[in-house]
């Protein structure tokens, strides 16, 4: 009955949530921009629109937003530099939500504050296993010592401890 209820079952799919949520999140984000990256035309839009909003320096800023969303995206679904990836999506959109969102009340700031929170978790959490910084480090591991046991795992962690690298913790 405990089990049941408090779902300790389905813990085993932790590492693919997400890995859901990673996808889901970064093609949102490639798709957010992808008419900015591919047309000039919206990307003058984009700039005219920070500029309406109070932006200094609305030209530079407009194509650093898109393309550090853009790579954040690419980041997101491929699971590398996770932790990074969390921390310019929690500052960017926390950024929209002072400049932009705000003004539109709760409604207006959802989509931007879900993203904010979706940053800081991913950023405190990581990628999970299923993320190319595990499988980097994997390999680096195989090169370097000939374990199957990520780099950081064969060095000697305090039991228990956490190597900030994958999700693991240490036996």
């Given at each position: 009955?405990?089990?049941?209820?408090?779902?300790?079952?389905?813990?085993?799919?932790?590492?693919?949530?997400?890995?859901?949520?990673?996808?889901?999140?970064?093609?949102?984000?490639?798709?957010?921009?992808?008419?900015?990256?591919?047309?000039?035309?919206?990307?003058?839009e984009y700039r005219e629109f920070l500029g309406e909003h109070g932006f200094v320096a609305p030209a530079?800023?407009?194509?650093?937003?898109v393309y550090a969303q853009l790579l954040a995206g690419i980041g997101l679904v491929i699971g590398l530099?996770?932790?990074?990836?969390?921390?310019?999506?929690?500052?960017?959109?926390?950024?929209?939500?002072?400049?932009?969102?705000?003004?539109?009340?709760?409604?207006?700031?959802?989509?931007?504050g879900c993203l904010v929170l979706i940053g800081l978790y991913l950023a405190t959490h990581g990628a999970?296993?299923?993320?190319?910084?595990?499988?980097?480090?994997?390999?680096?591991?195989?090169?370097?010592?000939?374990?199957?046991?990520?780099?950081?795992?064969?060095?000697?962690?305090?039991?228990?401890?956490?190597?900030?690298?994958?999700?693991?913790?240490?036996?």
């Amino acid at each position: 009955m405990r089990k049941f209820l408090f779902l300790s079952s389905a813990q085993r799919f932790g590492d693919f949530a997400l890995l859901l949520l990673r996808v889901f999140v970064g093609l949102f984000l490639v798709w957010n921009v992808w008419g900015c990256v591919t047309s000039t035309e919206r990307m003058y839009e984009y700039r005219e629109f920070l500029g309406e909003h109070g932006f200094v320096a609305p030209a530079l800023l407009a194509p650093l937003s898109v393309y550090a969303q853009l790579l954040a995206g690419i980041g997101l679904v491929i699971g590398l530099l996770t932790r990074w990836v969390g921390i310019l999506c929690a500052f960017n959109f926390g950024v929209a939500i002072v400049m932009i969102d705000h003004h539109s009340g709760m409604r207006g700031m959802f989509p931007s504050g879900c993203l904010v929170l979706i940053g800081l978790y991913l950023a405190t959490h990581g990628a999970g296993r299923l993320s190319g910084s595990v499988a980097h480090a994997v390999s680096m591991g195989r090169r370097l010592g000939g374990s199957r046991l990520p780099a950081c795992r064969q060095r000697s962690w305090p039991a228990g401890s956490h190597c900030g690298t994958c999700t693991s913790r240490t036996p």
